[in-house]
Structure formats: C-alpha cells, structure tokens
Nanobody, 121 residues
C-alpha cells in the first residue's frame, strides 16, 4: 500500500507565500508523476501543477508564473512553492501520484487527504 501525506497549508494574506509538501510512503518501486489539484467550494477540482519523476512540470493556467513544483525522488516528496497568492487560490489542495509498486506493473493513482489553503486579509 501507498500513503500520501500533505503538509504546509494554512491561512495567508493576499500576496503572501506558502510551501506545500507531499510525501509518499509504503511499497514504492518508482514514481511516474506527482502533482497537486485543488478543490474550491462550488467549483470543479482543477489541476494546479504536476511533475514527472524525470522533472518535467506542467501548470494550470491560473498559477503559471506564481507557483513552482519540484520533486525530490530520494525522499519521494513533491513540493509546491506558492507565491503572490490570491483569494481565488483558496481551496483544499490534494496531492496526487502515479506510483508503480512492482517492476513491470502499470502505475496506480493515489490521493492524499488534502490540506486547506486560505488566502484572505
């Protein structure tokens, strides 16, 4: 089994910064991708950013230029540095990962419990 544990959420003023972390643990052979989605009240879940195990990253249009995703393969951990935060960035941020637990077996998707980010003055 694989577990994803997020940390780093909280309350921040507009224009501020937060850094989220998500650590994968358990039976991990390799990580194909790790990323972040957010869920705001009354809105569909949307991709914030994702990064492959090789370091290729892509971002949602609303966060380009403000957020940076990175991965530490040795620690099985993905980070999301969020700068210039806006009230519309408020939501539950969920970690997602595509992980192979055995060599030669396709990756399986996993989700964390989520961490709340609130941007408000």
């Amino acid at each position: 089994q694989v577990q994803l544990v997020e940390s780093g959420g909280g309350l921040v003023q507009p224009g501020g910064s937060l850094r989220l972390s998500c650590k994968a643990s358990g039976s991990i052979f390799s990580i194909d991708m790790m990323g972040w989605y957010r869920q705001a009240p009354g809105k569909q879940r949307e991709l914030v950013a994702a990064i492959s195990g090789g370091g290729f990253a892509n971002y949602g249009d609303s966060v380009k230029g403000r957020f940076t995703i990175s991965i530490d393969n040795a620690k099985n951990t993905v980070y999301l540095q969020m700068n210039s935060l806006k009230p519309e960035d408020t939501g539950v941020y969920l970690c997602n990962a595509e992980i192979r637990t055995i060599y030669g077996v396709p990756a399986t998707g996993y989700w964390g419990q989520g961490t709340q980010v609130t941007v408000s003055s």
